[in-house]
């Protein structure tokens, strides 16, 4: 198996407790387009602190990773064109569709939830559209 | 109290998140390359992360939350346009560039310019959602 596959479920494994943590503690799903989009546009604003204190650390932490050793490299493309479109969708889906990989694909398929898993399938067909396209025009 | 588990939480999600490789944008393209050189790593991340994850839907069972309240009702079974359309625009914008909003997060401070501008777009996104779903709602409630 290769190490690639080990720590993505090292890590999956932790993304898990993560999940568990912010809902057996604070009884809340932690999704990330949730949390960011509610301070975002003000409908988590009696929630904001630990919305606040939550993205510091998903921030901080890798940040000090990052720091520290662990080399990672995000090769992300530099077409603003790309980035643009894709960071408006995103942002806009994730709302308009109340979730994104975290809230619908971790937390909803976890529960057996319909919808998280109905969007899990629907996000990851369009992805897999979306990828299959650009290459063919790259 | 909240805030150290939110604290430990958003640690918890970013360390994962960094580790799993999730904050490369190659490994989650490689993911949705189906038809090419398919990488199944987040497979395994979203695997590792769902049984944890089912183990505490469990223990919410007959408990409350640490801090008080009631745990998150489970939602009914419909789909709606809205959940759809959401989940496809947020796949395409996903397999433009790689990035979700946990990792275009995590990977915020060593990203570069093209994490920051994704991150912008993104903020711009979530800002205008609201917005334009009251724009679209508007025509059905008028009648």
């Not at chain 1, 694909?105 to 897999?128: D, E, F, K, Q």
Request: hydrophobic fraction near 50%; charge should be positive; include cysteine.
């Amino acid at each position: 198996m290769p190490i690639e596959w080990i720590w993505g479920l090292v890590g999956g494994a932790l993304i898990g407790c993560a999940g568990a943590v912010y809902l057996l503690g604070n009884g809340r799903i932690m999704g990330a387009s949730g949390i960011l989009g509610g301070l975002v546009d003000g409908t988590g604003r009696d929630t904001s602190a630990e919305r606040l204190a939550f993205l510091a650390a998903l921030i901080g932490v890798p940040a000090l990773l990052f720091m520290w050793g662990t080399p990672v490299e995000t090769h992300a493309t530099t077409n603003w064109l790309l980035l643009v479109a894709g960071g408006l969708l995103v942002g806009l889906g994730t709302r308009i569709g109340n979730g994104c990989t975290s809230g619908h694909g971790v937390c909803g398929i976890s529960r057996l939830n319909i919808r998280g898993i109905v969007a899990t399938c629907i996000y990851i067909g369009a992805g897999v559209l979306s990828v299959t396209a650009l290459r063919g025009m790259f | 109290m909240r805030l150290i588990l939110a604290l430990l939480a958003g640690g918890l999600f970013g360390t994962g998140l960094h580790l799993s490789g999730m904050t490369d944008t190659q490994k989650v393209l490689g993911f949705l390359d189906l038809f090419g050189a398919w990488d199944p790593t987040l497979m395994f991340v979203m695997g590792g992360a769902i049984v944890p994850m089912a183990i505490a839907w469990a223990l919410t069972r007959g408990r409350s939350p640490l801090v008080g309240g009631t745990f998150p009702a489970k939602p009914d079974a419909k789909l709606d346009p809205r959940l759809i359309s959401g989940a496809v625009m947020f796949g395409i914008g996903w397999g433009l560039v790689g990035l979700c909003p946990g990792p275009a997060l995590a990977s915020l401070t060593y990203g570069g310019p093209s994490g920051l501008i994704f991150f912008s777009a993104m903020v711009i996104g979530m800002w205008l959602a609201p917005r334009a779903l009251r724009l679209l709602d508007r025509p059905a409630t008028a009648e």
